[in-house]
């Protein structure tokens, strides 16, 4: 079982619909989350952290944890175009040696059409 | 956050040589991480790069192949060694801030291509 799961997509929404992205993780011992944004070519940029359940919201971004089931997710209010990008869901889990190592999932594509 | 530049922004290097990338973060952190990722894949830890002190490779990353320094709390380079086509990656730093909780922020990477 890996350790961050993500579907790769793509996922494709119209533009102005609400982009919904699932991360499942493997530790329950997790205690912090993130999500990053990687434009092709670029390197990743965080949108949202999140250590405790519930959601979290920033601007057109909510992120979701559930810890019980062992599932972030992040929603996309409004999709433009210009949120055309991978988004990457990393965990920092408990049952590592490495303080603070992020475990990055594959990655999910997202595509917002016109 | 944190602003990091990394140099090279890419090379084309040829096979059995080697490749030094530096990184630098515009203010003090207490964390430094390598990571590496592959084409068509998603970011994997190299190694975290400690102050004054050996850097702390990731199963199946060794020293020998991947010598990291970090001199001061704001700079650090890794070199990848005896170069292979196997090692066309994007190189990428980040830094964390003590206080900051567990953030990371990414510099913007080196691509690496081994002919």
């Known amino acids: 079982q890996k350790e961050v799961e993500q579907n790769s997509g793509p996922l494709s929404v119209p533009e102005g619909a609400i982009a919904s992205l699932n991360c499942t993780y493997s530790d329950r011992g997790s205690q912090s989350f993130f999500w990053y944004r990687q434009y092709s070519g670029k390197s990743p940029e965080l949108i949202m952290s999140i250590y405790s359940n519930g959601d979290k919201e920033d601007g057109r971004f909510t992120a979701q944890l559930n810890k019980a089931s062992q599932y972030v997710s992040l929603l996309i209010r409004d999709s433009q175009p210009s949120d055309s990008a991978t988004y990457l869901c990393?965990?920092?889990?408990?049952?590592?040696?490495?303080?603070?190592?992020?475990?990055f999932g594959t990655g999910t594509r997202l595509q917002v059409t016109l | 956050s944190a602003v990091i530049s990394q140099k090279p922004s890419r090379d084309i290097c040829q096979r059995g040589t080697s490749l030094t990338i530096q990184c630098q973060v515009d203010?003090?952190?207490?964390?430094m991480f390598w990571y590496r990722q592959q084409p068509g894949q998603s970011l994997t830890l190299i190694a975290t790069?400690?102050?004054?002190?050996?850097?702390?490779?990731e199963s199946g990353f060794v020293i020998d192949k991947f010598p990291i320094s970090r001199p001061n709390l704001t700079f650090s380079t890794l070199t990848v060694s005896n170069l292979s086509p196997e090692d066309s990656s994007i190189y990428l730093c980040?830094?964390?801030?003590?206080?900051?909780?567990?953030?990371?922020?990414f510099g913007p990477g080196t691509r690496l291509t081994v002919l």
């Open positions: 980040s830094a964390k801030r003590g206080g900051s909780g567990d953030t990371q922020y």
């Open positions: 990393a965990v920092i889990s408990s049952n590592t040696g490495t303080a603070s190592k992020l475990t």
């Open positions: 790069a400690n102050q004054g002190s050996e850097a702390t490779y």
């Open positions: 203010s003090q952190v207490t964390m």
